[in-house]
């Protein structure tokens, strides 16, 4: 008589510590902090600059005397940058789960936050390469202004970034409702600095000042979330 042995299938063995997913998600929240931290700095690196329509003798004159913190500019920025981009990766998982593995907000929010990143990244380069051309008035004068132009577009993205995150945190708690709030004033900010896409009126550029400032300590807020997360 033969005997059958009935055997259970080999179930696969993880080899991920569970302790991973959440190490990641403080180095994520520790990427946050390094944007916040590089990008604030660079509003110091280059002294006081003039205002977006000022005189072109002026902005020449400052870029004459700034002309190396402001490519040094660029580069802390553009580190901050890259931390931001490692920050997201976490922030797109906790996103991504909320709207349970079919993220289409997620995916707006993805996509208008690179456009955002993309449009800031070459205002910056916009106005290192106006510190380049110091010795031409005009030239200088016109890179200035069209770097404005830019980071208003920018603007753009990141509100539209906002909006589509902090509906998530909304609809699925993944984080206090008062960060979410915060995060739709950014973005309403954000959206009133592209009016310097049409005007270059001083007041145009201290909205998005203000709205890049608000939207840090939502930065700020959203790490110590991801610090905070529970273990897998």
């Known amino acids: 008589m033969t005997t059958v042995t009935t055997q259970d299938p080999i179930q696969p063995v993880s080899t991920v510590p569970a302790s991973t997913e959440p190490s990641g998600a403080r180095l994520a929240a520790g990427a946050g902090v390094a944007f916040v931290a590089l990008n604030v700095a660079t509003l110091f690196v280059a002294g006081t600059p003039p205002a977006s329509d000022a005189s072109a003798t002026k902005v020449a004159h400052y870029f004459s005397g ?25 922030l797109w998982r906790m996103l991504s789960r909320a709207e349970g593995e079919r993220p289409r907000l997620t995916a707006a929010a993805g996509l208008s936050l690179a456009v955002g990143l993309a449009l800031a990244l070459v205002s ?18 016109l890179l200035w202004s069209f770097s404005f132009v830019v ?11 906002l909006l589509a995150t902090n509906a998530i945190i909304v609809r699925a708690n993944v984080a206090p409702t008062w960060i979410a709030y915060l995060g739709w004033l950014a973005a309403l900010g954000f959206f009133a600095g592209t009016a310097s896409t049409v005007t270059d009126a001083s007041a145009a550029t201290a909205i998005c000042l203000v709205a890049f400032l608000v939207w840090c300590v939502w930065i700020l807020a959203m790490s110590a979330t991801m610090w905070r997360a529970p273990k897998a």
Do not use: M, N, P, Y
Request: include cysteine; glycine fraction near 16%.
């Open 66 to 90: 700034h002309a190396g913190a402001i490519q040094a500019q660029l580069l802390v920025s553009g580190l901050g940058i890259a931390a931001l981009l490692w920050w997201s990766g976490t």
């Open 124 to 141: 910056g380069c916009i106005t290192a390469s106006a510190a380049f051309r110091v010795d031409d008035v005009r030239t200088t004068h």
């Open 151 to 161: 980071l208003g577009a920018a603007g753009l993205g990141i509100g539209t970034f």
